[in-house]
């Protein structure tokens, strides 16, 4: 992806701005507000090198229009294109296996592990989750531990529990 051009752009929710990078094969990057736009260059630095930035209209694009549908608690579904080339065969594997998780369920880290062929590689499911690239399009929020419990979210347990709540009461943000 080095030297590509991608569209980004910014969206406001009630937790504060989304930040999203996008590029010719799909959504490359998403930071959540805790991280912002700094958390979004640190993801680009890893996924996309030296790839130039260009803002775009979120409505302009399908991501977009998916994404501000979520946030104000119109839309459940996140079905844009994500690009995950490059990723190692393993984080690759589990970041599907989690976008496969329905919007208002959970799974724990052991049941992620399971279904992505590593029963025994539940801390590593852990260390996927805290650097999955594009957070609610794969959305590892949905991830408990094993107990149910809410544990392991880079943008903050309040912000997961948040969107798990929203999630249940198929309701709007509040």
Not at 68 to 81: E, F, T
Request: glycine share 12%; proline share 9%.
């Amino acid at each position: 992806m080095p030297d590509q051009s991608l569209s980004r752009f910014k969206l406001d929710s009630p937790w504060g701005a989304v930040h999203a990078a996008l590029g010719p094969r799909g959504l490359v990057a998403l930071a959540l507000p805790r991280g912002g736009q700094k958390a979004l260059a640190a993801v680009l630095a890893r996924r996309a090198p030296g790839a130039e930035t260009q803002p775009v209209d979120p409505e302009s694009t399908v991501a977009g229009r998916q994404l501000a549908g979520y946030l104000a608690g119109r839309s459940k579904r996140l079905g844009a294109p994500v690009d995950l080339e490059g990723l190692p065969d393993f984080t690759r594997r589990v970041l599907e296996v989690v976008r496969a998780i329905p919007y208002g369920q959970t799974r724990s880290y052991a049941e992620v592990a399971a279904a992505a062929d590593n029963p025994r590689a539940a801390r590593a499911v852990g260390q996927v989750m805290n650097k999955n690239p594009v957070p609610l399009f794969i959305p590892c929020h949905r991830v408990v531990g094993a107990d149910g419990s809410l544990v392991g979210f880079g943008s903050g347990l309040a912000l997961k529990r948040a969107l798990l709540a929203m999630e249940a009461g198929g309701r709007g943000p509040r």
